[in-house]
């Protein structure tokens, strides 16, 4: 995360994404900081360590890919039925934001909240009780999150085509957020990461060299 930070400060890249992003240099330091404890208290509950011996690469890589590619594939053909405009940062400075993007908003929205709410409401309130029940409620909280602030964002912006295309985009968000979650709980923190990064590889960096 650090890395791409420096890299599009050094070169001046000025994007919309970058401008409006929240990866100050504070943000990404916090969001590493309690990263780094959430994944130490990720195994106190129920979630597979990184290279947790019961998952396989297969688990940790092939899957996640061939899922992130799919996810992608849908977002170029939404990003077409919107007819959206080139919204993405240029290649070459897409790789280093993206990148860094990619693991601090896993980081953000997946990690640290669904950790410390599964360990704050089963390891310290119900004492280690209902652990996967307490999952299941907070994965779909945590999934909620985007898809309500992208639909409402886009709606006072005039965006949205109908309600049903609107109904359909937030399912649709809510699933992109409880995909990495689910391979979180079932492989460990790696998986959610390469479904992120090869979602963006495709819709934010392949796609936009070769459409427009």
């Known amino acids: 995360m650090l890395l791409g930070k420096a890299i599009w400060t050094y070169f001046g890249v000025d994007h919309p994404i970058v401008q409006n992003w929240t990866g100050s240099w504070a943000a990404i330091i916090l969001a ?5 404890i959430a994944i130490k208290l990720a195994g106190q509950t129920g979630f597979p ?6 998952a396989s690469n297969k688990h940790r890589f092939l899957y996640p890919v ?6 992608a594939i849908i977002e170029i053909l939404v990003g077409l039925a919107m007819d959206l405009p080139n919204i993405h940062v ?4 897409s790789i280093p934001v993206y990148l860094s993007g990619g693991i601090f908003l896993e980081i953000l929205y997946h990690l640290i909240p669904t950790v410390f709410l599964v360990w704050l ?14 999952f299941v409620v907070v994965a779909v909280l945590a999934s909620l999150w985007e898809p309500a602030m992208q639909i ?22 809510f699933a992109g957020n409880l995909i990495p979650i689910t ?9 959610p990461v390469v479904w992120r990064l090869t979602d963006y590889s495709l819709w934010h960096v392949i796609w936009p060299m070769i459409y427009y």
């Open 49 to 54: 360590d990184i290279w947790d011996e019961n």
């Open 183 to 191: 391979l979180f709980r079932k492989y460990g923190f790696l998986a």
């Open 32 to 36: 590493a900081f309690f990263g780094f």
């Open 66 to 71: 061939l899922l992130g590619f799919g996810f």
């Open 121 to 134: 409401a089963s390891n310290v309130l119900l004492k280690g009780k209902r652990q996967e029940e307490v």
């Open 90 to 93: 240029p290649f070459p400075f």
């Open 152 to 173: 409402t964002g886009m709606y006072r912006m005039g965006m949205l085509l109908s309600i049903i295309f609107g109904a359909g985009l937030f399912i649709f968000i």
